[in-house]
């Protein structure tokens, strides 16, 4: 990625810097800092794009350029300019350094709509980025901050001809009218639902009204995708840029800035995939922000959002059952640092499973053996014996994980850990 210098000279040509104290000749340092700072916990992974570019003119290509390609080690996108357009902001939650309880709250900053665009223009011009994550504090009126940002995606699709792949953040609050317009001109949409329950959230903020303010706003989504998919198959059109409606929407929750349990986070998950249609729910381990409200609380260990993570996937790729999946919470409705599949092949399979003969259901519960790998092996054993290591290995199996739940040529392991 550039660094925060290079933004910054990017950006030089702006005139604007700090919103309502009028203007600056230059882009400084603190405010790119600031403004990209503000959305360290804002996951961006994000998949391919529906949306089509044919006519060959304007820059980027939503499919070429590899949206998304780059991941730190622990599995945030890092390909996109990920950045608020303001850190202003009028709620009170107990977490965030830019609310209006932090005691140590940061000089206000934010980005004019066309300097934001230029800015994009030449990271992405220069092969730094791939697209845009464009987040904001809510400023003085949510749907004033939403327009600023609406107008900078417009700038960057309809004067710069950008192609390239664009997250918006919808702020909690917004209208309907707003909702619609950064859906025709996203690729991707996104509100953070940031608690398990309306409960919870009066915990975490006193401004905030989960039922109106988030999950209202979330329905509006989910309703004109589903008004856009009808439409589009009625008409069998494809999708093309602006009025298309986009690739879906995310969320994400913040975990462990209240005493929520996992069993409480796994079952708004499954809300948020049943009634909300989310193409994913993102999870970030509360992290204390210093001179907030919440500063003295513990800071979350990754390994609870990395269990999460795996949960998650087990029903939404896996399709395991949330029955099967409660079977990795304990007593108290908490995850424990091992594998949760782990836990239900130790529940499920009393012995070790044949791979010649067993059923694909079988074999997705072996730690080591994914969807993918699951099909090779259905696939591989018509046309021969899977009676060693090498050939499951060939077909994607992870050995090291797999091997203690498998019978291979008739043996198996046999050390009495064997499920340990």
């Not at 014996?385 to 043996?411: C, E, H, Q, W």
Request: charged share 25%.
């Amino acid at each position: 990625m550039a660094s925060r210098e290079k933004i910054s000279s990017l950006a030089s040509g702006g005139s604007f810097d700090c919103e309502g104290f009028g203007k600056s000749e230059v882009v400084s340092i603190a405010k790119v800092k600031a403004l990209g700072r503000g959305t360290a916990h804002d996951s961006c992974a994000s998949t391919s794009s529906r949306r089509k570019t044919h006519d060959g003119e304007g820059i980027g290509n939503v499919l070429s350029s590899g949206i998304c390609h780059s991941f730190t080690p622990d599995g945030r996108c890092v390909s996109l300019f990920k950045t608020l357009y303001t850190n202003s902001c009028s709620h009170a939650c107990n977490y965030c350094s830019n609310s209006t309880v932090c005691k140590s709250r940061p000089q206000t900053h934010s980005y004019e709509a066309e300097e934001l665009a230029k800015i994009t223009l030449s990271l992405y011009e220069g092969n730094y980025i791939e697209g845009l994550f464009l987040s904001s504090g809510i400023g003085a009126d949510e749907d004033r901050t939403m327009d600023n940002m609406l107008d900078t995606v417009r700038l960057l699709r309809k004067k710069h001809r950008f192609n390239g792949y664009i997250h918006l953040k919808i702020l909690p609050g917004v209208s309907r009218e707003r909702i619609k317009e950064a859906m025709e001109l996203s690729d991707r949409v996104s509100i953070n639902v940031e608690s398990s329950s309306e409960s919870r959230m009066g915990e975490m903020s006193s401004t905030k009204d989960y039922r109106n303010d988030i999950m209202q706003r979330q329905k509006y989504i989910a309703d004109l995708l589903a008004r856009n998919g009808r439409h589009m198959h009625s008409e069998n059109r494809k999708p093309e840029t602006g009025n298309w409606m986009g690739a879906g929407h995310t969320t994400q929750m913040i975990i462990g800035s209240t005493e929520e349990n996992d069993a409480e986070i796994f079952s708004r998950m499954l809300y948020e995939y049943k009634e909300m249609r989310v193409k994913r729910v993102y999870y970030s381990s509360f992290s204390p922000a210093c001179g907030t409200p919440f500063e003295n609380k513990k800071e979350q260990a990754l390994w609870r959002e990395n269990r999460l993570y795996q949960t998650d996937w087990l029903y939404r790729v896996y399709k395991f059952t949330p029955k099967m999946i409660s079977l990795a919470f304990d007593e108290n409705g908490f995850l424990g640092n091992e594998d949760p599949k782990l836990l239900m092949a130790r529940e499920f399979l009393e012995k070790p499973i044949d791979p010649n003969s067993s059923a694909y259901e079988e074999l997705l519960l072996v730690p080591g053996i994914g969807p993918i790998s699951a099909r090779r092996i259905l696939q591989a054993r018509k046309r021969e014996n899977l009676n060693s290591r090498v050939k499951l290995s060939r077909l994607g199996v992870v050995l090291k994980r797999a091997v203690p739940f498998l019978k291979i040529n008739g043996f198996c392991q046999t050390t009495i850990g064997r499920f340990v």
